[in-house]
C-alpha cells in the first residue's frame, strides 16, 4: 500500500518521558509515574494500536495521526492524556517531523563482558547467606519450608549437620571491607553451632556488616546478648509458634538485649488467624526492635495464606511504583539481585527454591556469580519472564517475583489473572 508523506495537517501522538503505557492483547494501561494517575482501556484495538506506536524507536515514538474527524475513543484518549499530564499531541512543522526521546531500562556494561579483564564479582555479589547448621528438631520439623520462603530455619530430615566456619572466613576473607558487601549467618538454630564461640570473637575481623538469624526458642538464648554486642551487626529472630513468643519474653527482660533492640529484627513466622491475634496481643508492648509478619505456608493452609498474601488489583495499583523501581524492575528481581546462599555441604544457590550452581569447596565464588550472571535464571527472575504476568496488564505495578512465588511455583498471587 503506497503511503502518503505527513503535511503540516498531520499531528503525531507522543507520551511523556516519565509515562509507561503496557499492552495486552487489546487492552491498554498508561501510567504516569509522577502524578501516579492510571487510565485503562479494555478491548480496544485503536488505542492498542496507537500506543504500540509510541513505543516504538523506529518510528521516533510517534503514532501519526491523520484522519478528521478522530474516531470518538481516540478523542476520549487524547482528552484523558491532556488531563493527567500523560501525553499529547504535536504537529509537523513542514520540515522535520518533531522529535521525541523515551527512556529506556539499561544497566551500564551489563552484562560485563565476559573476557573483560575488568570483570570482577564483586561489583555484582552483595549479599552472602551461609547456613551453619541444619536439624530435624521440632522447629526446625515444624517449619520445614521456612528455607524456601524466608532465611531461617533450615530443615534437615537426615538430622544435625554443620559447616566448618573455616569456610566462612576462607570464604569472605577477599571481600573484606569491599563496600556494599553483606554476610549473613543463619541456620538450624546458631546458639548450638559448636564453633559459635570462634564466631562471635572473629567474625567482626572479616570488616563486613553481618546479621545473625535464629528461631526462637533457640537452645541458649544467653548467645543472643553475646550475638547483639559484636561491632556492625543485626540480629533476625525467627518466632515459631507456639513457644516462641514466651521464649522472646524472656529475652526481652536481659538487660543488653533492651539496650540494643534497635539492632534487632523480629520476624514472626504466622501460620493462621490465631498465631496472628497472638502477635498483635505482643505488639502492644512497645519496644524499638523492628517487626515483620510473615505469613508462613506449611502446606495445608492455603485459605489463610490467600487471604493474607494475596493482592487484590485495588492493592496491586495503589502501589505507584517510581519510575527508577519500574525501570529496575524490568531488568532485575530486586529481591534476589546479588544474593548466593551457601548450605552446610557448600553447596550454592542464587535462590533456595532452584537447583545449585555449584559447590564453594571444588569452585571460587568468581567462577558462581560469573555462572549467575551468563547462565543464570535468579537474578534476572523479573514478572516478564514469568507466566501468567508475562500477558498482565498489570506487570509493572507488582511488586518484583519473590520467594513465596518460587516454592509454590505460581506466580499470580493476586485476583486479577
Ligand atoms: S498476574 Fe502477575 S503481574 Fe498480573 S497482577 Fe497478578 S501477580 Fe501481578
Excluded at 537447583?355 to 569452585?363: A, D, F, K, S, V
Aim: aromatic share 12%; hydrophobic share 35%; charged share 25%.
Amino acid at each position: 500500500m503506497k503511503h502518503s508523506l505527513p503535511n503540516k495537517d498531520t499531528r503525531f501522538l507522543y507520551l511523556e518521558p516519565y509515562t509507561f503505557s503496557v499492552l495486552a492483547g487489546n487492552d491498554v494501561l498508561i501510567y504516569n509515574s509522577l502524578n501516579g494517575r492510571v487510565l485503562e482501556y479494555r478491548d480496544s484495538p485503536s488505542i492498542a494500536e496507537l500506543l504500540k506506536k509510541t513505543e516504538d524507536a523506529g518510528g521516533g515514538f510517534l503514532a501519526e495521526l491523520r484522519a478528521e474527524p478522530l474516531k470518538p475513543e481516540i478523542s476520549s484518549l487524547l482528552s484523558d492524556l491532556r488531563e493527567n499530564f500523560c501525553g499529547d499531541l504535536v504537529s509537523f512543522s513542514g520540515k522535520n517531523k518533531p522529535s521525541i526521546i523515551r527512556p529506556k531500562a539499561v544497566i551500564k556494561n551489563y552484562p560485563p563482558d565476559k573476557d573483560s579483564p575488568s570483570f570482577s564479582a564483586d561489583d555484582y555479589l552483595r549479599n552472602i547467606y551461609f547456613f551453619l547448621n541444619q536439624d530435624n528438631n521440632t522447629v526446625c520439623t515444624d517449619y520445614r519450608f521456612a528455607i524456601n520462603q524466608f532465611f531461617c530455619p533450615v530443615f534437615n530430615p537426615q538430622g544435625y549437620n554443620e559447616m566448618q566456619f573455616e569456610t566462612v572466613f576462607n570464604t569472605c576473607s577477599r571481600y573484606s571491607g569491599v563496600s556494599g558487601m553483606e554476610i549473613n549467618l543463619s541456620g538450624s538454630d546458631i546458639t548450638a553451632y559448636s564453633e559459635i564461640k570462634n564466631v562471635i570473637s572473629r567474625i567482626h575481623k572479616l570488616l563486613l556488616p553481618v546479621t545473625f538469624h535464629l528461631p526462637l526458642p533457640c537452645s541458649d538464648p544467653d548467645i543472643v546478648s553475646r550475638l547483639l554486642r559484636i561491632p556492625k551487626s543485626r540480629t533476625s529472630l525467627y518466632i515459631s509458634f507456639p513457644d516462641g513468643p514466651s521464649a522472646l519474653k524472656n529475652i526481652r527482660r536481659n538487660q543488653v538485649y533492651i539496650k540494643k533492640q534497635h539492632l534487632v529484627d523480629l520476624n514472626f513466622m504466622i501460620r493462621s488467624l490465631d498465631e496472628y491475634k497472638i502477635v498483635t496481643e505482643f505488639l502492644q508492648e512497645k519496644g524499638k526492635e523492628k517487626v515483620f509478619i510473615f505469613p508462613y505456608y506449611d502446606g495445608n493452609n492455603s485459605d489463610f495464606f490467600k487471604e493474607n498474601v494475596f493482592l487484590s488489583r485495588d492493592e496491586i495499583l495503589a502501589l505507584k511504583p517510581s519510575q527508577k523501581q519500574i525501570y529496575s524492575r524490568s531488568l532485575i528481581n530486586e529481591h534476589l539481585y546479588g544474593k548466593i546462599f551457601i548450605l552446610t555441604d557448600g553447596e550454592v544457590f542464587s535462590n533456595l527454591n532452584a537447583g545449585p550452581i555449584g559447590n564453594i569447596h571444588n569452585q571460587n565464588m568468581e567462577d558462581l556469580v560469573r555462572h549467575e550472571i551468563y547462565h543464570g535464571q535468579n537474578w534476572e527472575m523479573t514478572r516478564m519472564k514469568v507466566s501468567p504476568c508475562r500477558e498482565c496488564l498489570y506487570r509493572l505495578f507488582c511488586p518484583p517475583v519473590g520467594n513465596y512465588e518460587l516454592f509454590m511455583k505460581k506466580f499470580n498471587f493476586c485476583d486479577v489473572l
